[in-house]
């Protein structure tokens, strides 16, 4: 009874707020909702379960899988990854974390339903407010939780927009040689500034739908074109040959399957939040039918060369198909810039005490400080892939792991909030105390093996990378007469 009021309450609010946008049946709210809400994806759901007959679930997991895929520049570095773990390692971890990417998610759509049911309780109106993570966790267990999951989330946020512009000038390198990358990661800094006008995930809805078709086309262009063009002469697979290269590659891992810092801010953008749990795994369950094959297939074909060429794209030959892939990529990129910067347009928004105003060039003209920083740290630190594992190791490992693993156990830790919960654990744990061990073990492998050994790997292969190439390099890791 408790779980069917939520989601009577919850499902509610949001049909009020996508109501307020708009009479759908005048021409010019549908051409609005098109370009400005992304209405169209909702529109065309709409549609197909009109006169096809479609399950209305099928439809929403078309939508979330497409809101899952966060992978894009992840997606080019998994073969270098595994030339650093070998072969098994690399499927392995996939797996693994992939199954704990999953669990945390599950914690955090949880924790997100709990604060939300009691606010609403309280006849708290959200219709004008997008919930972040760190007010879950102020309202859940105050202050201080809220100020360590906000420093850890807006870092990772931060860094995450950073590696999607150096994945941008590293793809675009592979078209157009004729700039350094420096060059285009100005270029493609000016490109993604404009984000600072989409006011909110509504507005990615059919954006992020796209998303996931370019990914699909990249990932299988990846496989196929590797398999196509066979093992280069002389082929090693020689990983795991170094500690150091092992724990970097499987923290990689860890980032790319703990891409849901801004699982709360999407959830606020749902039909049907509490069911973004179920979503989220179908998801990661296809997210790994991309992952591996594209990663294996490159490894196979390359091997050791991997060591020294973070981006997939660098080893294969140039043609009309991988020149589409890098052009997709572009395009998803810019997608993801914006999906991991606009919970910090939130946050500073709120800072800055304009998030409640209607007026969209104030909001936009508050936003920019935000992106100058992600601009500059993208032209200081250019290394695209070994980035992604200091990230993982340092920041992922507590913002999508621990955090929410830990805040699970103390919001529940007594029994009148275990009693009074909005959601039971599943039945096949044996209760809360299967949860509470699940809970512990992830704290625990997440903070020895993803922030201990692969922050210590991290770090000395990121220092490394500065040692060779140097702070501002105007083009990392390209052909000697183009440096």
């Known amino acids: 009874m408790a779980s069917e009021k939520v989601e009577t309450v919850i499902a509610g609010n949001y049909v009020e707020m996508e109501r307020e946008e708009g009479d759908p049946k005048l021409a010019k709210s549908k051409l609005s909702n098109f370009f400005w809400h992304g209405g169209s994806v909702y529109d065309a759901c709409f549609w197909i379960q009109k006169y096809f007959v479609v399950e209305n679930f099928i439809l929403q997991l078309i939508m979330y899988l497409s809101r899952g895929m966060q992978v894009a520049q992840v997606l080019l570095t998994l073969p270098y990854s595994f030339s650093q773990l070998g072969m098994l390692s690399g499927i392995l971890f996939q797996l693994f974390y ?32 997008v919930i972040q993570w760190f007010e879950v966790l102020d309202g859940l ?69 796209l998303g996931l078709l370019m990914t699909t086309y990249t990932a299988w262009y990846l496989t196929i074109a590797s398999l196509l063009h066979g093992q280069v002469e002389g082929v090693k697979h020689s990983g795991p040959t170094k500690m150091v290269l092992y724990f970097t590659g499987a923290t990689n891992i860890l980032y790319t399957f703990g891409g849901h810092a801004v699982t709360v801010e999407i959830m606020h953008a749902m039909w049907k939040p509490q069911k973004f749990k179920l979503i989220y795994l179908i998801a ?163 903070l020895i093996i993803g922030f201990g050994f692969g922050g210590w790997a991290s770090m000395l292969n990121f220092i490394r990378q500065v040692d060779t190439f140097g702070l501002f390099t105007k083009c990392y890791q390209c052909p000697p007469h183009k440096t």
């Open 98 to 129: 992939g199954l704990m990417g999953s669990w945390t998610a599950y914690l955090i759509s949880v924790l997100y339903v709990e604060y939300r049911t009691r606010k609403e309780r309280e006849k708290v109106d959200f219709r004008n407010h």
């Open 141 to 209: 267990l105050g202050k201080h939780w809220r100020n360590v999951g906000l420093f850890f989330n807006c870092t990772f946020l931060l860094f995450g927009s950073v590696i999607q512009l150096i994945a941008c000038a590293s793809n675009i390198y592979y078209i157009n040689d004729n700039l350094d990358k420096r060059t285009w990661t100005y270029i493609f800094g000016a490109c993604c500034a404009t984000t600072v006008f989409i006011p909110s995930f509504h507005n990615y809805r059919i954006w992020s739908f």
């Open 284 to 446: 990661t369950l296809y997210v790994l039918t991309l992952t591996l094959p594209s990663a294996s297939a490159v490894y196979w074909a390359f091997g050791d060369l991997l060591l020294t060429h973070a981006n997939a794209f660098s080893l294969l030959p140039r043609t009309g198909y991988r020149d589409t892939a890098v052009t997709l990529m572009l395009i998803h990129q810019f997608i993801t810039f914006g999906f991991a910067c606009t919970p910090l347009y939130f946050v500073w928004e709120k800072f800055v005490k304009v998030h409640d105003t209607k007026s969209l060039f104030k909001r936009a003209l508050a936003r920019l400080p935000v992106v100058i920083p992600i601009w500059f740290l993208a032209i200081i630190f250019p290394f695209f892939g070994p980035i992604n594992s200091t990230v993982g190791s340092l920041l992922v490992s507590f913002t999508v792991y621990i955090i929410p693993a830990l805040a699970h156990m103390v919001t529940f830790a007594s029994a009148s909030a275990r009693e009074n919960a909005v959601e039971r654990p599943p039945s096949f744990l044996g209760g809360w105390a299967g949860l509470y061990t699940v809970n512990i073990f992830v704290v625990v492998w997440v």
